[in-house]
């Protein structure tokens, strides 16, 4: 029987969601290829796994798992409807750990947001603050 690391998946590009540009499907490819050979060297750093929630207007996120670890990470997301001058917020444990204002925020466009995995919790949740300010 395989253990849970032993049945690793490295997805990237459009196998994992539609993307818009192909920029960050370069990106992914690159993150994909990065920890899958750090994986078969036995060298990927694990964290305890927190799971990724959609909140306030976020239609679905990805990854829908981050370990803990020194890393930064990017969140991908689609919104669901139209949002305008709001703010991404990403908390955990209601903190708030990253956040970004836009002046417009549209369901058929990606969006992304960096993290600093030294700041997780026990929880993380993506939402959009429609009274958003600078």
Known sequence: MLTNLEKQIFACGNALHIHDLVDNVSVEGELAG??????????LKYGSAV??????????????????????CEIYFRV???FVKS??????????IAKKYCLSINPGE?????????????EIVVLIDEEGER
């Open 110 to 122: 990606m969006q992304n947001i960096k993290i600093n995995k030294k700041l997780i919790g026990n």
């Open 34 to 43: 990065r920890n899958a050979s750090l994986f078969a060297k036995g060298q």
């Open 51 to 72: 799971a990724v929630q959609c909140g306030n207007g976020v239609r679905y996120v990805t990854p829908i798992e981050i370990y803990k670890n020194d890393d930064d």
């Open 80 to 82: 669901a409807k139209k």
């Open 87 to 96: 703010n991404i917020v990403v908390k955990s444990n209601e903190k708030i």
